[in-house]
């Protein structure tokens, strides 16, 4: 559930962002309501339209689901179908999962997080602090945040005319069964630049958008440049922990996943394999990161409240711009969606490989939708038009409509 493939035309990216997160679920149906333990804010609510919702998520192919909604109505958190194939279990609902594009967030907040203290500005040219790659020397810091550097996506790109320019191996595509058998390997962030790099420009800088997961990259080793310390350090210090972000985890190349977790599959041929473990260094902060849907609300809830950016700096963030897709376009680090009832969300969902996670927000903070999805994945994105029907779904009960992200993936 990634997307390297479908990142790329507005044709394409609908049909990627969709791919993003799905997989062949499996014809587990077990879905039921959640009596786990949710807080204490939940316990109370009666929200059938939200259980029915993600039981229809689970009617539609996956896996598991677990959703987290708050809004004026106060938290509700569900759970619907299993953790794992031939379980019984439930998902965890607040379970550790990999959220794949939604790490472009938490990397944009730290960049402009560095742009506040002045360490970094929005229009330096990413050349001057990273000379070693040749880079263009017209990209500037905010072209990386809003995709509009041209500069080819590592994972792979899809052009208009659907000729498809591989990368490095990922699980979809051609490449499915080589990930598959070689989803330890390690990858350093400056391999996978450097392998774009190699490849061209998919238009002038500043010229165009086109969703790249090499800006990202380069985000992390301009963020460690600057500042002389890793990325995680610095999520550490200006993101995880002034908010007590406990359940999430840059996890550079380990394969492991924190406890509790629902498991993620792939299928090749016939066979269906628990990748669960996985080295994630193949998209680095194009999606790596690893985290719970109560820590993805408190994020984008403190995020859009103005908790983490000065209101300038958070305005340039949600600003919109034009990605040839109707009522969706890309702030940095976001994208900007209007609802079918006019309205505006802000978010950015992701895929890293049986596991999905969505996030959404009212721009100000106050309503907010986190889940977690696992499902059973494979090289054609078989689920992909059910992750897009789940992604609307939810997103009209919770938020009367919209259209859904359709970046997500990882690849």
């Known amino acids: 559930m990634s997307s390297a493939l479908s990142d790329q035309s507005e044709s394409t990216l609908r049909t990627a962002a969709s791919l993003v997160a799905a997989t062949t679920g499996s014809s587990q149906k077990a879905a039921t309501a959640d009596s786990g333990a949710p807080p204490a804010a939940a316990a109370g609510q009666d929200r059938p339209e939200l259980q029915k919702a993600i039981e229809k998520i689970i009617d539609s192919g996956f896996v598991g689901v677990s959703l987290r909604v708050h809004d004026e109505r106060g938290e509700w958190v569900g759970s619907a179908g299993v953790a794992e194939l031939g379980g019984a279990e439930k998902p965890p609902t607040n379970g550790h999962h990999r959220i794949g594009s939604n790490t472009k967030t938490f990397t944009a907040t730290l960049v402009l997080q560095l742009v506040a203290e002045d360490k970094l500005g929005l229009n330096d040219l990413v050349a001057k602090h990273l000379p070693g790659f040749g880079l263009d020397d017209r990209i500037t810091v905010r072209m990386l945040l809003q995709h509009t550097s041209g500069l080819f996506n590592f994972t792979g790109e899809v052009h208009d005319d659907g000729t498809i320019v591989p990368g490095i191996p990922i699980p979809y595509g051609t490449t499915g069964k080589e990930w598959l058998d070689n989803r330890f390997k390690a990858y350093r962030p400056q391999e996978l630049v450097e392998l774009a790099l190699a490849r061209p420009a998919r238009f002038e800088p500043g ?91 408190t994020f984008i809830s403190a995020l859009l409240g103005g908790k983490l950016l000065p209101a300038p700096l ?52 106050s309503r907010t939708l986190t889940a977690a999805l696992n499902c059973v994945d494979d090289a054609g994105l078989s689920i992909a038009a059910a992750f897009q029907n789940a992604q609307q779904g939810l997103l009209k009960e919770v938020f009367g409509g919209g259209q859904a992200d359709p970046a997500q993936p990882t690849a």
């Open 314 to 365: 958070l305005a340039e963030m949600c600003t919109p711009h034009p990605t040839g897709i109707p009522n969706m376009d890309y702030g940095l680090g976001v994208f900007v969606v209007t609802t079918d009832g006019g309205g505006t969300v802000i978010t950015h969902n992701g895929a890293a490989v049986g596991h999905a996670a969505l996030m959404y927000s009212t721009p100000d903070g």
């Open 207 to 297: 010229t165009g958008w086109s969703y790249s997961n090499t800006n990202y990259v380069l985000a992390r080793l301009l963020i460690e440049k600057v500042t002389g310390r890793s990325y995680a350090e610095e999520l550490q210090r200006l993101i995880l922990g002034p908010l007590g972000l406990s359940g999430t985890v840059v996890p550079d190349a380990s394969p492991e996943l924190p406890e509790p977790h629902a498991r993620a599959y792939y299928r090749y041929d016939d066979t269906t394999v628990d990748v669960t473990r996985q080295n994630p260094s193949w998209i680095s902060t194009g999606g790596d990161m690893i985290s719970t849907t109560q820590d993805l609300h």
